[in-house]
């Protein structure tokens, strides 16, 4: 990128954010903090109104605008398939938000962008598979937990547990959204359990703004999932367990094995070894006997022997 553009992507990087540090604008342009304060000051030279000083960061004077910004065709694309993604993986309303902001976006484009799009749209398509998990299409989720988190107000939700198939009201605390596996998960503190917990989307059946304020301060959603990173220290006390799975039926796996701790896999010539950070030696054995006469445990030694008790257990039930 030459340092007009740059200056130019500094501009728009400024008016997305109420106050922007030195070294975020470094981070994402690959650039030093000399070359950012020599960038900062051709603006302050070109009259846009910054506040700010090296060192706490910089924004833009209240009411000052870009004018329509002009979208690259790479960008464009871009939006056109965000779009898509935006209405197969996110509740009715966010969609519907969403298709509304693209029109608008469009509307800023020259013609031969929006002709680009038009032609474009029909070679663009998302599907989900057969059983994915989605939001409940009746039910406007997104937003009442974003609301939450900004407004620092309690959530109640009436949530489906699966391992007890029971229903329960619970006032919730957010700290963030993520998507995974096929699945949105709403990662909250709850008062009920006094500790934080995982919602799928799909198991919420009811939820409602309050007017309750939060009871205390959370750690980010970042810092919670860092928590189930194989090198934080949290997770160095877990046992680490290795099984191997016939090539052919390793894909039986692929939408189960993250709820189990999985971590990594490996191709090798006679199977795929895959690890995992367990929890629960014998809830991994009692998944690991699903797929277990194609399969062997590398490691430990104490899942191999949850692995036996379960097998006797079962064979002497099936000699009554």
């Not at 070294?23 to 690959?30: G, L, T």
Request: some cysteine; glycine content about 4%; aromatic content about 10%.
């Amino acid at each position: 990128m030459n340092r007009i553009d740059r200056i130019s992507a500094i501009l728009i990087h400024l008016q997305s954010r109420k106050v922007v540090k030195a070294q975020d604008i470094a981070d994402r342009f690959e650039i030093s903090l000399r070359t950012v304060y020599r960038d900062i000051r051709t603006l302050e030279q070109a009259g846009i109104p910054l506040i700010g000083e090296a060192g706490m960061g910089y924004s833009l004077v209240d009411g000052y605008r870009l004018p329509p910004v002009m979208f690259s065709p790479e960008e464009a694309l871009a939006f056109l398939t965000a779009e898509k993604l935006v209405a197969q993986l996110t509740d009715g309303p966010n969609a519907v938000n969403y298709s509304s902001a693209m029109y608008k976006i469009k509307a800023v484009l020259d013609e031969d962008k929006r002709e680009l799009l038009q032609n474009i749209g029909d070679h663009i398509e998302v599907f989900r598979r057969p059983g994915e998990a989605g939001i409940q299409p009746d039910l406007n989720l997104m937003q009442p937990v974003l609301k939450s988190i900004d407004q620092r107000k309690v959530l109640q939700i009436k949530y489906h547990a699966r391992y007890n198939q029971q229903k329960t009201q619970r006032f919730v605390e957010p700290l963030g959204v993520f998507y995974s596996e096929n699945s949105w998960h709403l990662i909250a503190f709850c008062r009920m359990r006094n500790d934080y917990r995982d919602f799928r989307f799909d198991r919420i059946y009811s939820m409602e703004l309050t007017q309750i304020d939060f009871s205390k301060e959370h750690q980010t959603l970042k810092e919670y999932l860092a928590r189930y990173d194989v090198e934080s220290p949290e997770n160095q006390s877990l046992p680490l367990v290795i099984i191997r799975v016939n090539k052919d039926k390793a894909y039986w796996l692929e939408n189960q094995k993250y709820h189990q701790g999985f971590i990594s896999e490996t191709d090798e010539n006679d199977g795929i070894a895959m690890s995992f950070l367990c929890s629960s030696l014998h809830g991994f054995a009692r998944w690991f006997m699903m797929f277990g006469d194609h399969a062997e445990v590398i490691q430990p030694e104490a899942l191999k022997d949850e692995v036996r008790k379960l097998i006797k257990v079962v064979s002497e039930r099936m000699e009554k």
